[in-house]
């Protein structure tokens, strides 16, 4: 597609696209981009600045700088927003059109749709999400699968309020140019659904919600309340009517929580915690620093481990004192049909986790499954009851300092040969199914995304960085990471069966090795990834 008004689109034009592709709208992408890119950019420049500080010792602390807005108790967020002050259960999940349909149908108060780590950045995705949003609010997204079963939209006061979360600052569009550059994902994602879908969602009394993943500071906050104070202006939207829930899933934004409410203030609907890309966070920070920040394997990781407690204690008590909601974790399982055993186990494990947030004062929590909403429902109605949230309640006895959140050495568990090769098969099979277009995966009974894979290739790299030993006594290197690779390899490929694709797999080892096996560490695995897809 020609450039327009210094637009250009490189991506296929495929149908209907051309209704989310108007000029107007992007119009709007390259405003924003022309205006705000060059503070991207800072900002992931800072971003690296600040790694290469903790890589040479330094810390991690609460800013000194922003001590004042931490110690002012006058400043409150934004009063809740018409369809989000009940936030006890949502669920999360793409923007395919059956996803759409289920997860508006599914009980849940809210709905994560997502364009970031539950999908994957493939033209189609982005383009065709918006396009399944704006017929959902329209109404016209009713269809019948090519195994003939119906997918219907309840009535409007029976769906979830739809909460778009766009893509992190790191991701760039690579099929959208202004002026010749790569435009930023987040952005686009952002325009895009607020282009179209705001005035939909005012004519049905709630408004353009979202979520904003991956920040590491408020200054990147900061960055987006201006984004949406020039959308609001140009499109003649009320001020304050677009709403943001942050995901703390970053550690150093653990540290910024309250500096990233008040610079959200007027357009603030709470924090996330985002707790599986917080481990991610908490390895991939402090990878280079030693044994005292060296975690358990994956599985072994709870929310009961000092580090986390901490996290999520100092999460809702910020909320509240600033009148922002609280959400909690994801439950990641998927019942199974087959195995009642598993089911009884693993909803055992759910209800405890929802118990416990429910207690600890978070306002509502994540599902990642339609079967788990009534399961969350239960627990947090138990709880609120009639109330809507628990803003009322202050978390007055929380006293989180630094050095709570960097006790890292304090987590209980070991590092295993079951461990390292649950890490290596489930990371393959996501990146296989990520590069093949699908970013919520389903293995071994649970909806894994991109933080999965995240982890699991961190881990490796740090154990191989550390010269760790396994609890049967053997070293972490790269020859046994190889044998383990080809050995799980095989296994996928016996369980798979007809459905294992070759091709999708061998994309998947060479990008496995690539980040998880380099001398250099990469970021963010999805940078390299993005650059193999189409």
């Not at 994309?507 to 990834?529: G, H, K």
Request: net charge negative; charged share 30%; with cysteine.
């Amino acid at each position: 597609m020609g450039a327009t008004n210094g637009v250009e689109i490189t991506g296929p034009l495929h149908d209907r696209y051309d209704e989310i592709l108007t000029d107007d709208a992007l119009a709007l992408v390259a405003d924003l981009h022309r205006r705000f890119e060059p503070r991207r950019r800072e900002l992931l420049a800072a971003r690296k600045e600040r790694q290469a500080r903790i890589a040479a010792g330094e810390n991690l602390d609460f800013l000194p700088e922003t001590r004042a807005v931490r110690e002012d108790t006058s400043w409150k967020v934004a009063p809740p927003a018409p369809g989000i002050t009940d936030r006890r259960v949502e669920i999360t999940g793409p923007t395919d059109r059956k996803m759409t349909v289920n997860a508006l149908n599914s009980g849940a108060k809210v709905w994560l749709a997502d364009f970031e780590d539950a999908n994957t950045p493939l033209w189609e995705n982005m383009i065709g999400g918006q396009l399944n949003l704006r017929d959902a609010l329209d109404r016209t997204i009713d269809f019948t699968s090519p195994q003939g079963k119906t997918y219907a939209l309840k009535e409007d006061s029976e769906l979830a309020t739809i909460v778009v979360r766009p893509r992190g600052w790191h991701l760039d569009e690579k099929h959208v140019l202004v002026d010749g550059e790569r435009t930023s994902g987040g952005i686009v994602d952002f325009a895009l659904y607020l282009f179209h879908c705001a005035q939909r969602q005012l004519d049905k009394g709630k408004g353009p919600y979202f979520y904003l993943p991956k920040m590491e500071s408020h200054l990147e906050a900061r960055l987006w309340n201006d984004i949406f104070l020039a959308a609001q202006e140009r499109l003649g939207i009320p001020r304050g009517t677009i709403r943001a829930t942050v995901l703390i899933e970053t550690i150093p934004a653990a540290f910024e929580m309250e500096e990233i409410l008040y610079e959200l203030r007027e357009h603030s609907a709470g924090l996330n915690a985002g707790r599986w890309d917080y481990l991610f966070s908490v390895i991939k920070t402090h990878r280079t620093r030693g044994r005292s920040f060296l975690l358990p394997e994956r599985n072994a990781v709870t929310m009961t481990a000092p580090f986390m407690r901490a996290y999520t204690e100092l999460l809702v008590s910020t909320c509240h004192r600033r009148g922002a909601f609280a959400i909690g974790g994801m439950a990641a399982f998927i019942p199974s049909r087959r195995d009642a055993e598993v089911n009884e186990r693993a909803l055992a494990k759910v209800r405890d986790d929802k118990t416990r947030e429910s207690g600890d004062g978070f306002d509502g929590s994540w599902v990642a499954h339609p079967d788990l909403v009534p399961v969350a429902m239960e627990i947090f109605d138990g709880v609120l009851g009639d109330k809507p949230n628990q803003l009322d309640k202050q978390r007055e006895d929380v006293a989180v300092k630094a050095g709570d959140l960097l006790a890292v050495d304090a987590t209980e568990g070991g590092i295993t040969e079951a461990g390292l090769r649950s890490n290596v098969n489930v990371a393959l099979q996501y990146l296989a199914a990520w590069i093949g277009g699908n970013g919520a995966v389903a293995i071994h009974n649970l909806m894994e995304d991109a933080a999965t894979a995240e982890i699991s290739r961190s881990q490796i790299w740090q154990w191989l960085h550390n010269d760790v030993t396994l609890d049967g006594g053997s070293k972490v290197t790269a020859e046994l990471v190889d044998r383990i690779i080809t050995e799980e390899l095989e296994a996928i490929r016996a369980e798979h069966g007809d459905a294992y694709d070759a091709e999708l797999f061998d994309r998947a080892v060479e990008l496995f090795r690539e980040v998880s096996l380099a001398d250099d560490y990469a970021d963010f695995l999805t940078l390299p990834a993005y650059e193999r897809m189409p």
